[in-house]
Nanobody
Framework: QLQLMESGGALVQPGGSLTLSCSVS????????FGWIRQAPGQEREGLLC????????FYQTSAKGRFTVSKDNAKNTVSLQMDSLKPEDTGVYYC???????????????????WGKGTLVTVSS
């Protein structure tokens, strides 16, 4: 059973940067597609971006392009979300999610993510 644990959430000033980490246990990273999902206060969860096994990084939200990126560290078994130029509207709980095993492409919607972390809170405010 794959387990995911996010860390790194914090209070950040607008324009600042933050890196979130997702620690993965129960498997190596090779057999799963990983992504980051955000839930803003009072809103539904929305996909942000996805790191597929086949293909390029996928952005579900155009607002994340050019500011957010995902990387994987196979040695540490972690998936990271690097966020730059943060805005107040980026405030929310950030979830790490995984699809698989035997998944190669990014899920088309939130229902097709198989494993979820508990989330970490990011607050962007001055």
């Amino acid at each position: 059973q794959l387990q995911l644990m996010e860390s790194g959430g914090a209070l950040v000033q607008p324009g600042g940067s933050l890196t979130l980490s997702c620690s993965v246990s129960g498997s190596t990273l090779d057999y799963f597609v990983f992504g980051w999902i955000r839930q803003a206060p009072g809103q539904e969860r929305e996909g942000l971006l996805c790191f597929p096994i086949v293909g390029d990084l996928k952005f579900y939200q155009t607002s994340a392009k050019g500011r957010f990126t995902v990387s994987k560290d196979n040695a540490k078994n972690t998936v990271s979300l690097q966020m730059d130029s943060l805005k107040p509207e980026d405030t929310g709980v950030y979830y790490c999610a995984a699809s698989g095993p035997s998944a190669y492409f990014c899920p088309s919607d939130l229902d097709h993510w198989d494993f979820w972390g508990k989330g970490t809170l990011v607050t962007v405010s001055s």
